[in-house]
């Protein structure tokens, strides 16, 4: 187990339905949702990539230099990244909120375990099998059933409740009608 660095972040919902995100470290991130499960990315330091949502609440991102590094969404709008050196802290929504609140009382991410860390590597069989896993979850919660472990509630896995729920068929959908999920694949 180790203590990660937290980097909060806010989203602002723009005009044109794509997002700006702003990190206290003061990098900033421009995201729009490309249908499905991809997110495309670029920021303020030159950097640019995709993110795509895969089951296990694995989120894959390539950047632009076809670098591929994963990340895990551990609910409460937190996702831990680089082997849980980093752990970034969505404060945009109520998840955040309560994560950040939770983590003012020490029980958020005081340590990460193995289990909440992200994979160094997955095999494209290993990434298929995590896709085929979202899309029974999503169409699991478009058609009513219930989260199967693998993301499409807010939180990308179900258990943190973090205001929002992501619906592919119609790009963003949100509980307070912002058009912003915090499953954003942080």
Excluded: C
């Excluded at 894959?60 to 670098?67: E, I, L, T």
């Excluded at 802290?89 to 309560?98: D, E, I, L």
């Excluded at 298929?128 to 993301?151: K, V």
């Amino acid at each position: 187990m180790n203590r990660p660095r937290e980097t909060p972040y806010r989203d602002e919902l723009l005009a044109d339905n794509s997002v700006h995100r702003r990190y206290e470290d003061g990098r900033e991130e421009w995201r729009r949702r490309e249908g499905g499960t991809r997110v495309r990315w670029h920021d303020n330091q030159g950097a640019s990539g995709t993110d795509e949502q895969l089951g296990g609440r694995i989120i894959k991102r390539v950047h632009s230099d076809s670098r591929v590094t994963y990340g895990r969404d551990i609910g409460y709008g937190r996702t831990v990244w680089d082997r849980g050196e980093t752990v970034l802290v969505n404060r945009t929504s109520f998840g955040g909120r309560m994560g950040v609140l939770l983590g003012g009382l020490g029980l958020v991410t005081l340590a990460l375990t193995a289990a909440q860390l992200p994979p160094e590597e997955l095999t494209a069989e290993e990434e298929e099998e995590l896709r085929q896993q979202q899309q029974q979850s999503a169409a699991q919660n478009s058609s009513g059933g219930g989260d199967a472990g693998g993301g499409g509630s807010s939180d990308a896995g179900g258990d943190g409740g973090d205001g929002g729920d992501w619906d592919s068929s119609d790009g963003w959908n949100s509980d307070d009608g912002g058009g912003w999920s915090d499953d954003d694949f942080g």
